[in-house]
């Protein structure tokens, strides 16, 4: 089975805190990606990935940066939170072909206080 | 800007009752289409999805959707539902001039009564 194991389910953190959220996947995807989950905006894409050390900006990615040093692994970084992004934040992956689904995580609630 | 629009937010139907979900796109190119679902408490996970071929496409758990590619949409369908169908459902699209970028819409919570 795909896994995409994302580090935390439920993170508290405080304004101006420096967050980093974890995501790792087991079927070597070149593909990974970020979202955010908000009620009735549906996953608004924040940054992607489609190898080691490349990125793309998503729709919505001021605010958060991004590193992947290694393929499998995809990290979220907040630079300095706010009460704006609190949300649910999911982590996805996927071959380099096109052709074929995205897998993703059991996503991290974040709650900026 | 280019999107994916889904019709409704919310919809309420009874057991039995047929469903059809709207979803349009705005990409003019060529575009792979899915449509995942959400179950309370659960990770999305893929329904169905359209790369080419037969336009009307069926997944998991009795679901099809139609790609109409002059009207850009790809409607989710079910004939029959089940309170088990309860879930909010996503349109998601790849434009391909795009490369890999997986593009949501809003999603469409479902409640289905039994």
């Known amino acids: 089975d795909v896994k995409v194991t994302q580090s935390s389910r439920y993170l508290v953190k405080r304004t101006g805190e420096k967050v980093f959220l974890e995501c790792v996947q087991d079927?070597?995807?070149?593909?990974m990606f970020w979202y955010r989950q908000d009620p009735g905006l549906g996953l608004r894409l924040i940054y992607f990935?489609?190898?080691?050390?490349?990125?793309e900006k998503g729709d919505i990615p001021e605010g958060y940066s991004v590193s992947r040093e290694k393929k499998e692994r995809f990290s979220l970084i907040l630079e300095s939170a706010s009460t704006n992004q609190t949300s649910m934040y999911l982590c996805?992956?996927?071959?380099?072909?096109?052709?074929?689904?995205?897998?993703f995580g059991q996503g991290t609630r974040l709650t900026v206080v | 800007a280019q999107s994916v629009s889904q019709h409704n937010h919310h919809v309420i139907l009874s057991e039995a009752a047929s469903l059809e979900l709207g979803c349009n796109y705005s990409?003019?190119?060529?575009?792979?289409l899915f449509w995942y679902v959400q179950y309370p408490g659960q990770h999305l996970q893929l329904l169905l999805k359209?790369?080419?071929?037969?336009?009307l496409v069926k997944g998991i758990k009795g679901f099809e959707a139609e790609f109409i590619k002059s009207k850009f949409s790809f409607n989710l369908r079910k004939p029959s539902v089940q309170w088990s169908d309860t879930a909010e459902y996503f349109c998601?699209?790849?434009?391909?001039?795009?490369?890999?970028?997986?593009?949501f819409g809003a999603g469409t919570i479902l409640r289905v009564k039994s």
């Open positions: 990409y003019g190119g060529t575009v792979n």
């Open positions: 996805a992956s996927s071959s380099a072909d096109s052709n074929t689904e995205a897998f």
């Open positions: 998601a699209v790849i434009p391909m001039e795009y490369g890999n970028k997986l593009v």
């Open positions: 990935s489609y190898d080691v050390k490349m990125k």
């Open positions: 359209y790369f080419s071929g037969d336009p």
């Open positions: 079927m070597d995807h070149e593909n």
